[in-house]
C-alpha cells in the first residue's frame, strides 16, 4: 500500500522501548523519520530490527542531546523536519533519588538544549510524560485536570518540570505546537517479537522481572506487598500495550498537522482506563502464557503508590485514539520477545 509522504519526524530516543515502537508506526504510516539517540539505553541492533518489521531503514544519528553545540549543528542542517517526539531521558524512579542532578541534567537540560536547537520554528512537539506526575490520587480515575501533586521523585519532578518548560515555551511564541502525553504503564512488545523492552541490568519494572524470571534469569519474582486496601491487597495500575502507545503518538502528530489543537499546549493521559493488580498480572500471565511463575509475597516498596488508572476519554475524543489491546495481548507479547532476545541477545 502506497502511503502519501507525510513529512519527517525526529524522535530523540528512538531506538529505547517506546521509540522504537513509535518509528515502526510513523514508518507504517508514511512519516519520514530521523532517530537521535546516545545508546545510554538501548542498542544499535534495534534499527535492523526496525527495518524488517517496516521495510523502511530510518536516518540515525547517535549524539548526547547534552551536546548542545552539536545538537544545534545537527539541527541545523535537518530544514525539513515538521514533528518531534521527545523520549530521551532517564526513567529509573530508583536511581533518580540517588542521582538527582544526573536526572536535571539528562531530562531537563537535553530538553531546554532541544527546544533551543528548534528555536524560532514551526515545529509540532510530542513530550514523553508520565502518570507518576499525578502522585497517589484521591479520586479514581485520574483526568488530565486531576491535581499534579507535589512530585515524589526526582525523575517524577523532571516530568513535571518538562511540561511547565513546553507549556510555557509553546505560550511565549508562534511557532511551537505541544502535545504531552501523560503515559500509565507501557508493556509489552510488537508482535514480531523482534523488539521489546531491553532494560539495563536488574529489571525494576514489573513485567521485565515477571518475564525474566519465568524464563528462567531471576529465582523468583516479588510481590511488593498484599496488605493494600485493594481487592487482593496487591497495587493496582493502568498497564498499557506499548503498540497502542505509540500508535497514540501518530495521533498527536497528526493533531498538530491538522491544527485541530485548543491551544498550543495540551495534555492526554495514555493509559486503557482499567486498573489491574500485580496478582492479577501474574495470573494473566501464566494463564495466557501456561506457565508457572515462581514468586512471593515480601515487603512493600517504599514509594509505591496504591493505585491508579486514567480517565482517557480525552484522548478518545480528540486524538481518535483509544488503546485497543488487551492485558492477555500484552502479556503474551511481552512473553514471545523474552523467548525471541534470551535466544537472540542482541
Ligand atoms: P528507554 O530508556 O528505553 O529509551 C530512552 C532512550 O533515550 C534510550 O534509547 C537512551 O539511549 C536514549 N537517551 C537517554 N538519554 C539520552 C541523551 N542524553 N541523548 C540522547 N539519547 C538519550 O526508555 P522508554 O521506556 O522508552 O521511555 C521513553 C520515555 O518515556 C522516557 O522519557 C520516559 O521517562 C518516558 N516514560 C516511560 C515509561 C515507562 O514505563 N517505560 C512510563 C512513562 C514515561
Ligand atoms: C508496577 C507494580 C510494584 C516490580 C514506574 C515508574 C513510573 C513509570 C513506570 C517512567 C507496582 C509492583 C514491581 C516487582 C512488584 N516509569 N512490582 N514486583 O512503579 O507503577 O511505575 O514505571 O515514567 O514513573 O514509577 O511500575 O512496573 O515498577 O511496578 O510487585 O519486582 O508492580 O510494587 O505495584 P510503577 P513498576
Known amino acids: 500500500m502506497s502511503v502519501l509522504k507525510q513529512g519527517k519526524i525526529l524522535v530523540t530516543g528512538g531506538t529505547g522501548y517506546i521509540g522504537s515502537h513509535t518509528v515502526v508506526e510513523l514508518q507504517n504510516n508514511g512519516y519520514e523519520v530521523v532517530i537521535l539517540d546516545n545508546l545510554s539505553n538501548s542498542n544499535i541492533k534495534v534499527l535492523g530490527q526496525i527495518a524488517t518489521i517496516t521495510g523502511k531503514t530510518a536516518e540515525f544519528i547517535q549524539l548526547d542531546l547534552r551536546d548542545k553545540a552539536a545538537l544545534v549543528e545537527f539541527i541545523s542542517g535537518e530544514k525539513d523536519i515538521t514533528g518531534v517526539i521527545h523520549f530521551a531521558a532517564s526513567k529509573s524512579v530508583g536511581e533518580s533519588v540517588k542521582e538527582p542532578l544526573l536526572y536535571y541534567d539528562n531530562n531537563i537540560c537535553t530538553l531546554v538544549n532541544l527546544l533551543g536547537a528548534f528555536a524560532g520554528r514551526s515545529i509540532n512537539f510530542v513530550f514523553s510524560s508520565s502518570c507518576t506526575v499525578y502522585g497517589e490520587p484521591d479520586v479514581l480515575p485520574v483526568t488530565e485536570l486531576s491535581p499534579v501533586k507535589t512530585a515524589e521523585s526526582p525523575y517524577g519532578n523532571t516530568k513535571q518540570i518538562g511540561e511547565e518548560i513546553l507549556r510555557e515555551t509553546a505560550s511565549a511564541g508562534d511557532s511551537l505546537k505541544v502535545i504531552a502525553l501523560r503515559y500509565f504503564n507501557p508493556v509489552g512488545a510488537h508482535a514480531s517479537a523482534l523488539i521489546g523492552e531491553l532494560p539495563n541490568g536488574v529489571p525494576q519494572n514489573l513485567v521485565p522481572f515477571l518475564t525474566q524470571t519465568a524464563i528462567g534469569k531471576r529465582e523468583f519474582l516479588t510481590v511488593y506487598g498484599d496488605d493494600y486496601n485493594t481487592p487482593d491487597g496487591s497495587c493496582i495500575r493502568d498497564y498499557i500495550h506499548v503498540v497502542d502507545l505509540a500508535k497514540a503518538h501518530v495521533a498527536a502528530i497528526g493533531r498538530m498537522k491538522e491544527n485541530t489543537m485548543d491551544a498550543v499546549y495540551e495534555t492526554f493521559n495514555i493509559g486503557t482506563g482499567n486498573g489491574s493488580s500485580v496478582l492479577e498480572v501474574i495470573q494473566a500471565f501464566q494463564r495466557v502464557n501456561g506457565v508457572t511463575l515462581n514468586f512471593r509475597i515480601g515487603a512493600s516498596r517504599e514509594g509505591d503508590i496504591v ?40
Open 307 to 346: 493505585k491508579i488508572w486514567g480517565d482517557v476519554d480525552k484522548a478518545a475524543a480528540n486524538l481518535n485514539w483509544k488503546a485497543e489491546l488487551a492485558l492477555d495481548d500484552m502479556l503474551g507479547s511481552a512473553w514471545a520477545w523474552e523467548k525471541y532476545i534470551n535466544s537472540n541477545p542482541f
